[in-house]
Structure formats: structure tokens, C-alpha cells
């Protein structure tokens, strides 16, 4: 069978692998599925819960305001969480929680195929480097070995390992109500607009 991001997204909706799916709805990724760049949150907050899709209450207007700022339009990247489900009261996701949602991220990783992942946080970039911090990581492009990458040909993954750049900045929310956070961001996007360029 094909996989599409259509296909993973019912899976999801009726998978219960984590507890968190029993008090909330399934919020998969969205967005260009052949995008080069990712953007991976946290986890769903209350607006994306109420409407299945990532990043559209005030933390993803102000990802949005960002992608604008470097000229780059929602089509036009491919935006996810490491968590599927709203964790309740937006508390922080649990490590088992992260750890029982990963091989949906994984999927869609492998299915986007990007070769620039934005971590947006601590919880994501804790994924892809977990001796780093957002603090001193925040802003700047590693580089990392993946191995589970793939070309979007509706197959589930070569298995082969690729060089792809990790590129981590503060989570848009906890910007809403710093200013220096918000500055902070602001560069880092300027930053990877530059980045995106070469
Ligand atoms: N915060 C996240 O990490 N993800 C969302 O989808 C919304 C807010």
C-alpha cells in the first residue's frame, strides 16, 4: 500500500498508543510533502487540539509572522510536533509520551525527506542532539548523520543514512511573552533565511 501523509494521518487518528490519545485528539504534521525545510514543536497546545492541525493558535502565528519574514509561505515547508496529542493543560510531554510518538515523526521525516530540520525547542531538539541545550544550540546549523531518511516515493524508507543539517531555535511560545526571546528569534530566523540561501 502507498503511504501518504493522508494514510498516516487516519492511522493516527485512531492509534492508542499513548495515553495521551485518550482525553485528546490526534494531531498529525501538515504541510508541503516534498518541503526541503521542517519545523518540529513540542506538542499540540488547545487550538490545535480543537482543530487537528499543528501550530495555529498564537505560538503559530508567530511562526507564521517568522516564515514570512524570511519569505517562506506555510505551503511552503512541512510543520510537525514530537507529541501528537494535546498533553493535558499544556503541561510539558512526559519522556514516555515522546518516546511512544517518535515513530510518527519518524514516519513523516521519512516521507518529507527535508534537508534542513528546525527543531523549535528543547523537547525537539532533545530528539536529534540530546547533549545539547536550546541555549547555547539556538541559531546556528549542525550537521548530523540521520538514518532514517527517504525519498518521497510513497515507500516507507530506504533505511540509508544521510548528512542533513539541524538547525534549532527557540520555541515560538516562549516568545509570546519575552521580549528578548523574541529578538532572539527573530535573528535566528534572519539567520536561517541567510542559511537557506546558500
Ligand atoms: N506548540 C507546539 O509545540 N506545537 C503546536 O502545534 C502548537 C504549539
Redesign the pocket.
Known amino acids: 500500500m502507498q503511504l501518504t501523509l493522508d494514510l498516516l494521518k487516519e492511522k493516527l487518528t485512531v492509534w492508542q498508543g499513548c495515553d495521551l490519545a485518550k482525553t485528546a485528539n490526534a494531531?498529525l504534521g501538515e504541510g508541503n510533502p516534498h518541503a526541503r525545510i521542517m519545523f518540529i514543536?513540542?506538542?499540540?497546545?488547545q487550538?490545535?487540539d480543537e482543530l487537528k492541525r499543528?501550530?495555529?493558535?498564537a505560538?503559530?502565528k508567530f511562526l507564521d509572522e517568522l516564515l514570512t519574514s524570511i519569505g517562506l509561505k506555510r505551503e511552503d515547508v512541512y510543520?510537525s510536533?514530537v507529541v501528537k496529542f494535546r498533553p493535558p493543560n499544556n503541561r510539558d510531554p512526559e519522556p514516555i509520551e515522546k518516546e511512544q510518538c517518535m515513530p510518527w515523526l519518524m514516519l513523516e521525516i521519512a516521507f518529507v525527506c527535508p534537508t534542513v530540520i528546525v527543531p523549535?525547542?528543547r523537547?525537539s531538539l532533545g530528539h536529534f542532539f540530546p547533549q545539547k541545550t536550546i541555549t547555547q544550540a539556538h541559531g546556528k546549523p549542525f550537521k548530523l548523520t540521520y538514518s532514517i531518511h527517504s525519498k518521497n516515493s510513497g515507500q516507507a524508507n530506504s533505511g540509508e543514512a544521510e548528512e542533513i543539517t539541524i538547525f534549532p531555535i527557540y520555541?515560538?511560545?516562549a516568545a509570546l511573552h519575552n521580549g528578548n526571546l523574541r529578538s532572539s528569534l527573530q535573528s535566528d530566523f534572519r539567520a536561517l533565511g541567510e542559511f537557506l540561501k546558500k
Open positions: 494531531v514543536g513540542e506538542a499540540p497546545g487550538r490545535e499543528p501550530f495555529v493558535g505560538a503559530g510543520i510536533n523549535l525547542g523537547h520555541h515560538p511560545a
